[in-house]
Antibody, heavy 119, light 110 residues
Framework: EVQLVESGGGLVQPGRSLRLSCAASGFTFDDYAMHWVRQAPGKGLEWVSGISWNSGKRGYGDSVKGRFTISRDNAKKSVYLEMNSLIPEDTALYYC????????????WGKGTTVTVSS | QSALTQPASVSGSPGQSITISCTGT?????????VSWYQQHPGKAPKLMIFDVSNRPSGVSHRFSGSKSGNTASLTISGLQAEDESDYYCISYTSSSTYVFGSGTKVTVL
């Protein structure tokens, strides 16, 4: 079964850091670019970051550029999101999603992990 | 990068057709045929409904269709059913090699 499972969320104070993980199974991980998408409580979807299959290309949304770093480990079939200098506006459910190499749409999503930034 | 513009809400009676618009710029929607649409029920992960403007993944009802004209993409749901009541989001690839979502549309079946 194709599956993406996010982990690492939690309650963190403003200014601190947190690292999210997304473990993939059931498909050839190296064939896919990976993304992080977030959804603040009661709000819409926001694309956060993406990374190509070989880590050669990485992109970030304007609201997280310079604070968040995406990475992947193909041997571990995992993608990560290192989040630094967290602010309350980063509070959201963070989804991991995949895009087949050369495509531009996300066909499989995880269930998400919740990040709450509060003192 | 500003969010793509979608109407906050659209409603229709069972059996009717509705259309949700998604307006961007020549740097995103207008510049690429890489617009996709997602359905999201409360508490659930988004589900892909349309990709590359007008393509439907296997398993998605033929009642869902997509199109684009200039800087505006559209999702049409024909033969509206109660199960279609949900939130819908568009997303486009951009000239910065990033992606931008639409603001989201709540579809209500009257």
């Amino acid at each position: 079964e194709v599956q993406l499972v996010e982990s690492g969320g939690g309650l963190v104070q403003p200014g601190r850091s947190l690292r999210l993980s997304c473990a993939a199974s059931g498909f050839t991980f190296d064939d896919y670019a990976m993304h992080w998408v977030r959804q603040a409580p009661g709000k819409g979807l926001e694309w956060v970051s993406g990374i190509s299959w070989n880590s050669g290309k990485r992109g970030y949304g304007d609201s997280v550029k310079g604070r968040f770093t995406i990475s992947r480990d193909n041997a571990k079939k995992s993608v990560y999101l290192e989040m630094n200098s967290l602010i309350p506006e980063d509070t959201a459910l963070y989804y991991c999603a995949r895009t087949w190499y050369g495509d531009h749409y996300m066909d499989v999503w995880g269930k998400g992990t919740t990040v709450t930034v509060s003192s | 990068q500003s969010a793509l513009t979608q109407p906050a809400s659209v409603s229709g009676s069972p059996g009717q057709s509705i259309t949700i618009s998604c307006t961007g710029t020549s740097s995103d929607v207008g510049g690429y045929n890489y617009v996709s649409w997602y359905q999201q029920h409360p508490g659930k992960a988004p589900k892909l409904m349309i990709f590359d403007v007008s393509n439907r993944p296997s398993g998605v009802s033929h009642r869902f269709s997509g199109s684009k004209s200039g800087n505006t993409a559209s999702l049409t749901i024909s033969g509206l059913q109660a199960e279609d009541e949900s939130d819908y989001y568009c997303i486009s690839y951009t000239s910065s090699s990033t992606y931008v979502f639409g603001s989201g549309t709540k579809v209500t079946v009257l």
